[in-house]
C-alpha cells in the first residue's frame, strides 16, 4: 500500500524548494541533512518550523525537502513557502490561518538588473571632475 504524502513549491528571490510531508513524527530533512546542520543558524531553523507551529502541526508530519538556487535565507523563505502550501493539501481547513500570517503569499521582491553604463543596477561609475 502507498504511502500518503503532500507535496508544495515554495520560491524566493533564485532558491525553489520542493517540500514533502509525510505522516510521521517531526523529522526534518533538508538535502539529506538535519535542518540544523544544513542551516547552521537558529534563527533560519526558527523561521522554517514556524507555519508548522502555526498551524498546530508540529510532530505530526515528518518532513523531507530539496533546495536549491539563491542564498541561504532566500532558501529558509521559500522553504517556509513550500511547508504552507503542503499543509494546505494536507488540511484545507489551515489554509486561512496560514494566509492570514502571510505563509502563502510568494514574494515577488526579486533582484533588480544590471543596466548598461553602470555598475550595479543603481550605482554609477565613479565621477571624476579633473
Given amino acids: 500500500m502507498a504511502q500518503v504524502q503532500f507535496y508544495g513549491t515554495g520560491r524566493r528571490k533564485n532558491a525553489v524548494a520542493r517540500v514533502y510531508l509525510l505522516p ?5 530533512s533538508v538535502n539529506n541533512k538535519s ?28 518532513l523531507n525537502a530539496k533546495v536549491l538556487g539563491g542564498g541561504v535565507s532566500g532558501q529558509a523563505e ?3 513557502h513550500g511547508i504552507a502550501r503542503a499543509l494546505v493539501q494536507a488540511d484545507p481547513n489551515l489554509r486561512i490561518t496560514l494566509k492570514r500570517n502571510g505563509y502563502l503569499t510568494r514574494d515577488p521582491r526579486m533582484k533588480e538588473r544590471r543596466k548598461y553604463g553602470l555598475k550595479k543596477a543603481r550605482r554609477s561609475p565613479q565621477f571624476s571632475k579633473r
Fill in 78 to 80: 521559500a522553504l517556509v
Fill in 24 to 28: 510521521g513524527e517531526g523529522k526534518m
Fill in 35 to 62: 535542518l540544523g546542520d544544513y542551516f547552521g543558524r537558529k534563527s533560519l531553523e526558527a523561521v522554517v518550523t514556524q507555519p508548522i507551529k502555526t498551524a498546530g502541526v508540529d510532530g505530526r508530519f515528518d
